[in-house]
């Protein structure tokens, strides 16, 4: 057998592992054979062959020393072979699934026995049969790693850096003990670049790629890297940390993409304001994803001069939230009129009103550049003055009086004139203002309980101080009725009038009563709903000498000192006086004629 046997490979095999098994009991035989069984060793190697006798001879002869070109581009192929064997005879083959691999690798029994490719340490192993059913554990089996040279793995690598099974089994090694530096990067490039690898582990290749580069601050290659990501490809958990690298890299571009596609949550406001600022400035359009980006810098405090101007053009939110806006827009002196303009449209239409949007009207005001929005949200605030009850800062109606004066505005005419009948000091202007308002009011037949206020600022109409004003305020599409009835204190009976209540104002109702000394005035009002008439206030009015005061000189007035001294029995008195009554009137008469 020693110079020119003619057996089988296998049968060299067995023969040969026979020998290295029994060299310490035949050590002659050994020696004997030592150079036949080497080279016969590395011609399978060659061959690519692998059996548990011919591993037999691999593992005696092979070392790191004496791993040429040739050992190392053919090794690798049989490095990792594993027997499985099952002598059930309804299973027909063997799956193995790497999970670092796109595809199963599916090996058929022969003999029940098979040979297949374990490269990492967590590969699956399914036993199937005929229909192609699978199992994983209900059926035994036994796995043999066949050739245990793992230890020249790295020297194969170093002479044979393009093997796929060696590049796998290297990989495995780096994920395991977590070793990503200088010497196991270029491992890491190459199982990325390889086709067959699955995307969720050319993923986290790439991850830990990018944190390599980040970490040991080579620049070109972590731009080269980023520049090349698809977001579509990114883990989420991994989106985050991309963008950073962005951010730090300044591929605002690239980072822009990413935050576009999948949103800003958990990003540092400073790093999205560093990303987004000149995208910012070149943004001339509304976008709704950029106006909520814009909102969410802006709302952290961490906003530029950029954000600030695309959120005054296009944000529209809370009104709270718009008026901060526009306070720090003023803060940077940037043109808010734009902003101005949404935020007062959007109050005339809710109706709602925070104490800080005055200073936005009157920002607004000074410039006036919507007429009919100017108007439309005065009109609001005056009409909840007058029939709300509303209260107005005194700098808004100063607003209401120079716009009166200039442009016709009945609500703000009529909460001007209610303001100030409330004031105690009028300049002369103001005085003139009221005096001439009020008595166009009073000649369309407009008459506001609050005139009265104004007795002993100016002249009053004269009826006005003679009569007492009941005011209503219901809805202008009711109609609205006074029922009511005047008696004395002596006389507490009598039949109700009823009257309708004018609406004299967006559903201001007034009704005027002249009442004398001693006279109570009892009513109650009644509007008609869809429900039918319904009730809704009752109340009395007594009358007494202060409410004679305000109409001294009057005829009224004298009427009621003559009723006073009949009820005193001052006999002398009253005849007096009704002597200067009848006389008053009779001269009256003589002076004037009605036209």
Same mark, same amino acid.
């Given at each position: 057998f020693?110079y020119?046997?003619h057996?089988?490979v296998s049968?060299?095999?067995?023969l040969y592992?026979?020998?290295?098994k029994?060299?310490?009991n035949?050590?002659?035989?050994?020696?004997s054979y030592?150079?036949?069984?080497?080279n016969?060793?590395?011609k399978?190697i060659?061959?690519?062959?692998?059996s548990e006798?011919?591993a037999i001879?691999?593992?005696q002869?092979?070392?790191?020393e004496n791993i040429?070109?040739e050992i190392?581009?053919?090794?690798?192929?049989?490095m990792?072979?594993?027997e499985?064997?099952?002598a059930?005879p309804?299973i027909v083959?063997?799956?193995?699934?790497?999970r670092e691999?796109?595809?199963?690798?599916?090996?058929?029994?022969?003999?029940?026995?098979?040979?297949?490719?374990i490269f990492t340490?967590n590969?699956?192993?399914f036993?199937?049969d005929?229909?192609?059913?699978?199992?994983?554990?209900?059926?035994?089996?036994?796995?043999?790693?066949?050739l245990?040279?793992d230890h020249i793995a790295e020297?194969c690598?170093?002479?044979?850096?393009?093997?796929?099974?060696?590049?796998l089994?290297?990989y495995?090694?780096?994920?395991?003990?977590?070793?990503v530096n200088?010497?196991t990067?270029d491992?890491?490039k190459?199982v990325y670049?390889?086709d067959?690898?699955s995307?969720?582990q050319?993923?986290k290749?790439?991850?830990a790629?990018?944190r390599?580069?980040?970490d040991?601050?080579?620049?070109d290659?972590?731009d080269?890297?980023?520049?090349?990501?698809?977001?579509?490809?990114v883990?989420p958990g991994d989106?985050q940390?991309?963008?950073?690298?962005?951010?730090v890299?300044?591929?605002y571009?690239?980072?822009?993409?990413?935050?576009?596609?999948?949103g800003?949550e958990?990003i540092?406001?400073?790093?999205?304001?560093?990303?987004?600022?000149?995208?910012?400035?070149?943004?001339?359009n509304e976008?709704?994803?950029m106006?909520k980006l814009?909102?969410?810098?802006?709302?952290?405090?961490?906003?530029d001069?950029n954000?600030?101007?695309?959120i005054?053009?296009?944000y529209?939110g809370s009104?709270?939230?718009?008026?901060k806006i526009w306070k720090?827009?003023i803060g940077?002196n940037?043109?808010? @009129?734009?902003?101005?303009?949404?935020? !007062?449209?959007?109050?005339v239409?809710? $109706?709602?009103i925070?104490?800080e949007? *005055?200073? =936005?009207?009157?920002?607004?005001?000074e410039h006036?550049?919507?007429r009919?929005?100017t108007s439309a949200?005065?009109k609001m605030?005056a009409?909840?003055y007058?029939v709300?009850?509303?209260?107005?800062?005194?700098?808004l109606f100063?607003?209401?009086?120079?716009?009166v004066?200039?442009?016709?505005?009945?609500?703000?005419?009529?909460?001007?004139?209610?303001?100030?009948s409330e004031c105690k000091e009028?300049?002369t202007d103001?005085?003139?203002?009221?005096?001439?308002?009020?008595?166009?009011l009073?000649?369309q037949?407009?008459i506001?309980?609050?005139f009265k206020?104004y007795?002993? @600022?100016?002249p009053?109409?004269?009826? !006005?101080?003679?009569?007492?004003y009941? $005011?209503?305020?219901a809805?202008p599409? *009711?109609? =609205?009725?006074?029922?009511y009835?005047i008696t004395s204190v002596?006389?507490?009976e009598g039949?109700?009038?009823?009257e309708?209540?004018?609406?004299?104002f967006?559903?201001?109702?007034?009704?005027?009563?002249?009442?004398?000394q001693?006279e109570?005035l009892?009513?109650?009002?009644?509007?008609?709903?869809?429900e039918g008439?319904?009730e809704?206030?009752?109340?009395?009015v007594?009358?007494?000498?202060?409410?004679?005061n305000e109409?001294?000189?009057?005829r009224?007035?004298n009427?009621?000192m003559?009723?006073?001294?009949?009820?005193?029995?001052?006999?002398?008195t009253l005849?007096e006086?009704?002597?200067?009554?009848a006389?008053?009137?009779?001269n009256?008469?003589?002076?004037?004629?009605?036209?």
């Amino acid at each position: 057998f020693m110079y020119d046997n003619h057996l089988s490979v296998s049968k060299k095999a067995l023969l040969y592992s026979y020998i290295i098994k029994n060299r310490e009991n035949d050590p002659g035989t050994y020696e004997s054979y030592q150079e036949i069984i080497e080279n016969f060793a590395f011609k399978q190697i060659e061959a690519g062959r692998i059996s548990e006798n011919l591993a037999i001879c691999y593992e005696q002869f092979l070392n790191e020393e004496n791993i040429t070109d040739e050992i190392a581009d053919k090794l690798p192929n049989i490095m990792f072979a594993h027997e499985v064997r099952c002598a059930n005879p309804d299973i027909v083959g063997v799956y193995v699934r790497h999970r670092e691999l796109k595809t199963e690798q599916f090996v058929p029994l022969v003999n029940g026995r098979a040979v297949v490719q374990i490269f990492t340490e967590n590969a699956r192993i399914f036993l199937a049969d005929a229909l192609d059913n699978r199992y994983a554990m209900s059926i035994d089996y036994t796995l043999n790693k066949l050739l245990h040279l793992d230890h020249i793995a790295e020297k194969c690598y170093e002479k044979n850096k393009t093997n796929v099974l060696l590049l796998l089994y290297m990989y495995d090694k780096i994920e395991h003990f977590r070793q990503v530096n200088a010497d196991t990067v270029d491992v890491l490039k190459r199982v990325y670049e390889l086709d067959i690898v699955s995307e969720f582990q050319k993923r986290k290749i790439f991850s830990a790629l990018l944190r390599y580069y980040f970490d040991n601050f080579e620049g070109d290659l972590l731009d080269e890297a980023l520049e090349s990501i698809d977001w579509e490809d990114v883990n989420p958990g991994d989106r985050q940390q991309y963008i950073e690298y962005c951010a730090v890299r300044h591929c605002y571009k690239k980072a822009m993409d990413g935050i576009m596609s999948f949103g800003y949550e958990d990003i540092d406001a400073k790093r999205l304001l560093q990303i987004s600022s000149d995208f910012f400035a070149q943004q001339k359009n509304e976008d709704s994803f950029m106006i909520k980006l814009a909102w969410h810098i802006f709302k952290s405090g961490k906003f530029d001069e950029n954000v600030l101007k695309y959120i005054c053009m296009f944000y529209n939110g809370s009104l709270a939230s718009m008026v901060k806006i526009w306070k720090a827009a003023i803060g940077f002196n940037i043109d808010a @009129k734009n902003l101005e303009e949404r935020i !007062i449209a959007q109050m005339v239409f809710t $109706e709602e009103i925070i104490p800080e949007s *005055y200073s =936005v009207f009157y920002s607004f005001y000074e410039h006036d550049s919507n007429r009919k929005l100017t108007s439309a949200f005065m009109k609001m605030l005056a009409y909840r003055y007058l029939v709300k009850n509303f209260k107005l800062p005194e700098k808004l109606f100063d607003c209401f009086y120079q716009e009166v004066r200039k442009h016709e505005n009945l609500p703000c005419l009529i909460a001007v004139l209610k303001y100030f009948s409330e004031c105690k000091e009028l300049t002369t202007d103001k005085i003139n203002f009221a005096d001439y308002n009020l008595n166009k009011l009073y000649s369309q037949g407009k008459i506001f309980p609050f005139f009265k206020d104004y007795y002993g @600022k100016f002249p009053l109409p004269i009826h !006005i101080l003679d009569e007492h004003y009941v $005011e209503y305020i219901a809805d202008p599409k *009711y109609e =609205v009725k006074i029922h009511y009835l005047i008696t004395s204190v002596k006389q507490d009976e009598g039949e109700y009038i009823t009257e309708e209540m004018p609406d004299i104002f967006e559903g201001i109702r007034v009704k005027d009563f002249v009442m004398f000394q001693d006279e109570i005035l009892k009513y109650y009002i009644t509007e008609m709903r869809p429900e039918g008439e319904v009730e809704t206030l009752r109340s009395s009015v007594h009358f007494d000498e202060t409410m004679d005061n305000e109409r001294a000189g009057s005829r009224f007035h004298n009427i009621n000192m003559m009723l006073i001294a009949k009820e005193m029995n001052d006999d002398e008195t009253l005849i007096e006086m009704m002597t200067d009554y009848a006389t008053e009137r009779e001269n009256v008469k003589k002076m004037f004629k009605l036209l």
